[in-house]
């Protein structure tokens, strides 16, 4: 899907005025709430940006730059996922040259802008840049901002060989936010680079409700600092957004303190910790050069990093919260799930959960890895740790011993599943898709005809049953939901016992009749119920299972 997108953006791009409507084209026919359609950002963007530890000053510069991009290569940063080595205000002329084109600063950047990413790309990382949609960036000194020269710029980023935009909020003249952030989308579109979005306007006009299709991450708080007080007001402002967040569309609570000496390592780890449990971006704000030991271990931690960097794309979510303790919960493709506990307290607490509560299904037991210290243990549900002041236990919980389902015939939808992954909303149980939070379908109907069993998925979706080699059969009737208007929507429905596909629908659309489908699971470790986009996009690809059932024993 993403390769497609990108090779497809690519074949466009000789012809500007033809992205342009292709985009717009996606906007008017898209299902509500489409994801902004550039293939990038599919899981959070990682990298480093250098205003939270330079801002203006002169240590800001190429230098800076170019040493950032050879740490991410020297200390292993870029193994575990940096990517992004972005620079941020000021780094600008004051003003626009003759021809009304941006300017870099000659005493930062002497030999430009596009030596500097030449030489990020160079190391295999991707640039990004920033201005504002306003008339100026932020920054007092008055540097030029995108606002009515948005193609301008964007071609001139593009001729640069940018790969990432932040477009902040200043000096914007009072001019709707969502017509100058969208603006700026179609012109990044129409020069035919793939460039990453990141909205910076602050969460002022709830970026959260609109810009899922405008930007691949929007700002949800005004700016961070590098405080324990400031780190924890902003997650707690984008702990409840969870719910906008997918693959392609992020809230950013804004870029990382780790490592600049205002916090103490436990509270980094916190930091940490809880951005990557938000699905947040991860971009370092600390200067690499400065960092200690022990900071340096935090940002990269890859069990941590990878909670963050799940291709399900689900932010976590509060199971609780009391007396200032946070349980946190985030679901993970592998069937795993991720689990913050947070004590935002002046003294060591206990603070406890159970495997029900964070989600996870039945299982007889649990397996919990501490993704700190490192350490594992079983349990048969209850999740308990002792947290120090301003610290965070994080775990990966995973089912343990896994029963096979009991002789008879079964609903899927009534079973626990090992994954349940799906483009959009969660996958729904008896009920329709309907895109946004669990629960929100209708009845599950093809043509005409409707079924109260069955699971309501959203191309690309996969659903994976453990079986244990206790099963014989499966069957279902397969077709696209009537919540889609007319033909709209074309999936393929595939099942697999373990890796032996068993039954294949063929293209199918809105317009036509449930299929059935059958086949074998005699010896099958696990069941497999995927839905794909059927070549195309997957928009209104809302599929449905209806009574899916498996015969065991
Ligand atoms: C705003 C943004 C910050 C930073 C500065 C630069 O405050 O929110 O992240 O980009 O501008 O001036």
Not at 213 to 221: A, E, I, Q, S
Not at 303 to 323: A, E, P, T
């Amino acid at each position: 899907m993403r390769k497609r997108l990108i090779a497809a953006l690519a074949a466009l791009s000789t012809t500007a005025s033809f992205v342009v409507t292709a985009v717009a084209a996606t906007v008017i026919t898209a299902a509500p709430a489409q994801a902004l359609e550039n293939g990038l950002a599919r899981t959070p963007p990682m990298g480093f940006n250098n205003w939270n530890t330079t801002h203006c000053r002169a240590e800001f510069n190429e230098k800076m730059v170019m040493d950032m991009a050879d740490i991410f290569v020297s200390r292993g940063l870029k193994d575990v996922g940096y990517q992004y080595v972005n620079i941020d205000d000021c780094w600008a002329k004051t003003q626009r040259n003759a021809q009304g084109n941006l300017e870099p600063d000659p005493v930062r950047f002497p030999r430009g802008i596009k030596f500097v990413a030449d030489y990020v790309h160079s190391k295999g990382l991707k640039f990004g840049i920033y201005t504002s949609a306003g008339t100026k960036t932020c920054n007092t000194a008055g540097f030029p901002g995108g606002l009515n020269n948005e193609q301008r710029d964007a071609n001139l980023f593009a001729s640069w060989g940018v790969d990432y935009l932040k477009y902040d909020n200043c000096n914007n003249q009072g001019v709707d936010a969502k017509q100058r952030y969208t603006k700026m989308r179609d012109a990044l579109a129409a020069t035919g680079r793939p460039i990453v979005y990141s909205i910076c306007e602050w969460g002022q006009n709830k970026p959260w409700e609109w810009a899922q299709n405008v930007g691949n991450l929007w700002r949800t708080t005004g700016d961070i600092n590098d405080t324990y007080s400031k780190m924890v007001d902003i997650f707690k402002r984008n702990l409840p957004l969870a719910q906008y967040a997918k693959p392609g569309a992020w809230n950013d609570p804004d870029m990382l303190e780790v490592g600049n000496g205002g916090m103490t390592p436990t509270e980094y780890r916190s930091h940490f910790s809880l951005w990557a449990i938000m699905a947040a971006p991860l971009l370092i704000g600390s200067d690499l050069r400065k960092v200690s030991q022990e900071n340096f271990t935090t940002l990269l931690n890859k069990d941590v990093i990878d909670v963050d960097q799940d291709r399900l794309g689900i932010q976590g979510k509060q199971i609780s919260l009391s007396g200032n303790n946070y349980v946190i919960s985030k679901p993970l493709s592998n069937g795993d799930y991720a689990v913050a506990l947070f004590n935002n307290n002046s003294s060591t607490q206990t603070i406890s959960t159970t495997a029900s509560a964070i989600g996870i299904g039945q299982s007889s037991a649990y397996n919990l890895k501490d993704l700190w210290s490192k350490s594992t243990r079983t349990t048969t549900g209850a999740i308990s740790a002792s947290v120090p002041a301003h610290g965070t236990v994080m775990y990966r919980v995973s089912k343990g011993v896994r029963t096979p389902p009991a002789a008879g015939t079964h609903q899927v939808s009534d079973l626990s599943w090992d994954t349940a992954s799906n483009g959009w909303g969660p996958v729904e149980k008896d009920r329709s898709n309907g895109e946004r939070p669990a629960g929100d379908g209708k009845t599950l109907t093809i043509n005409g005809t409707t079924y109260t069993k069955g699971l309501g998925v959203h191309a690309a979706s996969e659903v994976s049953v453990y079986l244990g080699r206790a099963c014989s059969a499966f069957s279902a009737s397969v077709g696209i939901d009537d919540e889609v208007a007319g033909s709209n929507g074309t999936v393929v429905f595939q099942v697999f016992a373990d890796g032996t596909k068993i039954a294949d629908s063929g293209t199918m659309t809105g317009a036509m009749a449930a299929k059935q489908l059958s086949g074998s699971l005699a010896n099958a470790e696990q069941l497999r119920l995927v839905v794909t986009n059927g070549g195309d996009t997957i928009n209104y690809d809302h599929a449905d299972w209806a009574n899916p059932t498996i015969t065991c024993g």
